[in-house]
């Protein structure tokens, strides 16, 4: 019904900037929520942002101020602006769609993932 597939990871700097994609396909896609999460080795996978599907956006403590998501006109590709990125930024970061809005791990399609590793 909808697969997912995430690109622009990669090794960054500590302070550096990265922009991550999200490709999406289904007919419903466009009346989804996604969300971002990411997980590191040994972590349970963690809520970092979310967007509706008409813009409303939602985003963890931990990250507020430094990363943006948004979609773009289409509602074809979910996008992750992170910029000042720490070394406590490194995981795998995975898209995730929801037939309603939430915040948590309960997401009905993910992506296969994407590594970010920010380097002090």
């Known amino acids: 019904q909808v697969q997912l597939v995430e690109s622009g990871g990669g090794l960054v700097q500590a302070g550096g900037s990265l922009r991550l994609s999200c490709a999406a396909s289904g007919r419903t896609f466009s009346r989804y929520a996604m969300g971002w999460f990411r997980q590191a080795p040994g972590k349970e996978r963690e809520f970092v942002a979310a967007?509706?599907?008409?813009?409303?956006?939602a985003y963890a403590d931990s990250v507020k101020g430094r990363f943006t998501i948004s979609r773009d006109n289409a509602k074809i590709t979910v996008y992750l602006q992170m910029n000042s990125l720490k070394p406590e930024d490194t995981a795998v970061y995975y898209c995730a769609a929801s037939q309603i809005w939430r915040t948590d791990r309960q997401y009905q399609y993910w992506g296969p993932g994407t590594q970010v590793t920010v380097s002090s």
């Open positions: 967007v509706s599907w008409s813009g409303s956006t």
